[in-house]
């Protein structure tokens, strides 16, 4: 599987942005996908998910209420919706999916994902 991602760019806080992720197979539908993002000399942290067929959407903390993440698979693509943005979220925003059903760690996790696209960077002014 290979994954695309873009849309990032520069916005003001308070902005609003929308990734995009394509994905080369239709199969994704009923993959686990997730977003995470790395900013500058800090480790990669998870975003946003969703998983299975029924598209159960979980986030982290930091992004609740503000970030949305969808999937239309006949597009076979994933979004991520981005509102009220702070310069914290300034990152480079990873795609990512898997195939598997369990992988023995959380779906939060970095090593749960065998797929990934390459990053977009999203960059929040104050």
């Known amino acids: 599987v290979q994954l695309q991602a873009f849309g990032g760019g520069l916005v003001q806080a308070g902005g609003s942005l929308r990734l995009s992720c394509a994905a080369s197979?239709?199969?994704?539908?009923?993959?686990?996908m997730g977003w995470f993002r790395q900013a500058p000399g800090k480790e990669r942290e998870f975003v946003a998910g969703?998983?299975?067929?029924?598209?159960?959407?979980f986030y982290a903390d930091s992004v609740k209420g503000r970030f949305t993440i969808s999937r239309d698979n006949a597009k076979k693509t994933m979004y991520l919706q981005m509102e009220s943005l702070k310069p914290e979220d300034t990152a480079v925003y990873y795609c990512?999916?898997?195939?598997?059903?369990?992988?023995?760690?959380?779906?939060?996790?970095?090593?749960?994902?065998?797929?990934w696209g390459q990053g977009t960077q999203v960059t929040v002014s104050s």
């Open positions: 990512a999916a898997d195939s598997r059903s369990w992988a023995g760690v959380p779906d939060t996790s970095n090593g749960r994902y065998r797929y």
């Open positions: 197979e239709r199969t994704v539908s009923s993959y686990l």
């Open positions: 969703i998983r299975g067929a029924a598209g159960t959407t």
